[in-house]
Nanobody
Framework: QVKLVESGGGLVQTGGSLRLSCAASGRTFSTYATGWFRQAQGKEREFVAAISRSGQGTYYATSVKGRFTVSRDNAKNKLCLQMNSLKPEDTAVYYC???????????????WGQGTQVTVSS
């Protein structure tokens, strides 16, 4: 059974940091591009960051570039998102996702975890 499970969300003050993790199971993790998306209350889900199968390529939304870092460990079937300098507008449910397509084609992500809540207080 394919499964993506996010963890690491929580409440943090403006300027703080959080590290999200996503544990993958059920299929060969290294054969899929992976990424992070988020959905704020009342808004559509939006792309945050993505990483290639090998981990050599990364792609970020403009709003998080320079503050967030995506990484993956194929040996541990794990995807991470280090979030620094957090802002109230980063508040959202964060989802990890997998794609059989190109990592930087954010329309190709078709398998999702259940999400983890990140709240940034001002």
């Amino acid at each position: 059974q394919v499964k993506l499970v996010e963890s690491g969300g929580g409440l943090v003050q403006t300027g703080g940091s959080l590290r999200l993790s996503c544990a993958a199971s059920g299929r060969t993790f290294s054969t899929y591009a992976t990424g992070w998306f988020r959905q704020a209350q009342g808004k559509e889900r939006e792309f945050v960051a993505a990483i290639s199968r090998s981990g050599q390529g990364t792609y970020y939304a403009t709003s998080v570039k320079g503050r967030f870092t995506v990484s993956r460990d194929n040996a541990k079937n794990k995807l991470c998102l280090q979030m620094n300098s957090l802002k109230p507008e980063d508040t959202a449910v964060y989802y990890c996702a997998e794609s059989r397509g190109a990592y930087d084609d954010y329309t190709g992500y078709d398998y999702w975890g259940q999400g983890t809540q990140v709240t940034v207080s001002s």
